[in-house]
């Protein structure tokens, strides 16, 4: 069964490994976006989304970094 993954960080070379992973584990609507704050222009986050099988080692391996589930939690 294939899920949607959408995660937040702001370890920019956390997201970057977890961006090879789900491209080389298959993954589909693989995307890596970044989010400023709207006054300051400061970088805020990045957002990592990708659409794998459930049992896919790039959704575990989300596990093992400092990915959450909503950016308010960072």
């Known amino acids: 069964m294939k899920v949607s993954i959408d995660v937040y960080t702001k370890d ?3 997201a970057l490994v977890a961006f090879k ?3 080389s584990e298959g993954a589909t609507d693989v995307g ?3 989010s400023e704050n ?3 222009n400061e970088f805020e ?3 990592l989304s990708f659409v794998a099988e459930h049992s896919s ?3 575990s391996s989300l ?3 400092s990915f959450c589930k909503d950016y308010d939690d960072l």
């Open 63 to 65: 596990d093992n970094g």
């Open 21 to 23: 992973k789900a491209v």
């Open 57 to 59: 080692d790039a959704i």
């Open 45 to 47: 986050y990045l957002n």
């Open 12 to 14: 920019m070379d956390a």
């Open 38 to 40: 709207y006054e300051t």
């Open 32 to 34: 890596l976006r970044s």
